[in-house]
């Protein structure tokens, strides 16, 4: 199962910040935080991940709270484009040797 | 460079055949993973390889079965079909070893079984 907690679906104006929110209150210390998202009929898509600290970019930024416990993905200036299903996933750091497990994510639509 | 490729991409079969999905990964990945996705639900593990041996199988029954060839392309093997089988399936590749490494998606076959 997955061990994250997501809302179902999210609506944001265009060229507004998109902030989808994610829970991982179970995370491990040697786990990240990964998001993915998926445009309708095609595969996944990394977007960014991070330990402990801020990461950004040139897609995102990523804001993990300091207990780890959860976190945000922010896409400064949503366009059409970003309309997706966004994936939040805990996982180990080595992607090649530990399989992704999803949930149902966030349906972000963007809205013109 | 070219990404995760797939074939094919659409897929009709009717229940009780059996199919063969292909994946190659991109050049220099050696990992290569299998995913299920059902329609409304996020993707499902079903396996994973690395130098061509299994390192992880999904809660998957023993219908699905898969390799990695020593290019390290990989096919998906599915037999006796059952109509729950109709879903898109995603292949993903992986630089092993690299910490915090992310995974690269192909375009998926999309499978439907009659």
Known sequence: DAKTTQPPSMDCAEGRAANLPCNHSTISGNEYVYWYRQIHSQGPQYIIHGLKNNETNEMASLIITEDRKSSTLILPHATLRDTAVYYCIVSLPDSGNTPLVFGKGTRLSVIA | ?114
């Open chain 2, 1 to 114: 460079d070219a990404g995760v490729t797939q074939s094919p991409t659409h897929l009709i079969k009717t229940r009780g055949q059996q199919v063969t999905l292909r994946c190659s990964p991109i050049s220099g990945h050696k990992s290569v993973s299998w995913y299920q996705q059902v329609l409304g639900q996020g993707p499902q593990f079903i396996f994973q390889y690395y130098e061509k041996e299994e390192r992880g199988r999904g809660n998957f029954p023993d219908r699905f079965s898969a390799r990695q060839f020593p290019n390290y392309s990989s096919e998906l093997n599915v037999n006796a079909l059952l109509l729950g089988d109709s879903a898109l399936y995603l292949c993903a590749s992986s630089f092993t070893g690299s910490y915090g490494a992310e995974a690269f998606f192909g375009q998926g076959t999309r499978l439907t079984v009659v």
